[in-house]
């Protein structure tokens, strides 16, 4: 893909919220703990919306290949974003 701006940001964002977020529920923030988790988890939806298309988009990847990383994007949330985005970009 040629624009990967909105990616690249949307990822490095939600992965930096959902860190700061715990870590100030760790030390017993909640108040702004809260607000940095939800705003981690709304980035991560968003980075997922534009795997997904991206996935879809791809004409490298067969049918099946794409089926299964849209499924682990879902499936599993945070890890199968770290994974995407560090090994699973690189073919597409």
Not at 35 to 62: M, P, Q, R, W
Request: proline share 2%; net charge positive; no cysteine.
């Amino acid at each position: 893909m040629k624009n990967n701006k909105p990616i690249h940001i949307s990822f490095i964002s939600a992965l930096l919220f959902s860190i700061i977020g715990t870590l100030l529920k760790i030390n017993q923030y909640s108040d702004f703990a809260n607000s940095f988790l939800v705003l981690g988890l709304i980035l991560t939806f968003i980075f997922i919306i534009l795997s997904v298309i991206e996935i879809s988009k791809s004409k490298k990847l067969s049918p099946r290949e794409k089926m299964l990383w849209t499924i682990g994007l879902i499936v599993f949330l945070n890890i199968g974003t770290i994974i995407y985005y560090f090994i699973g970009r690189k073919r597409i």
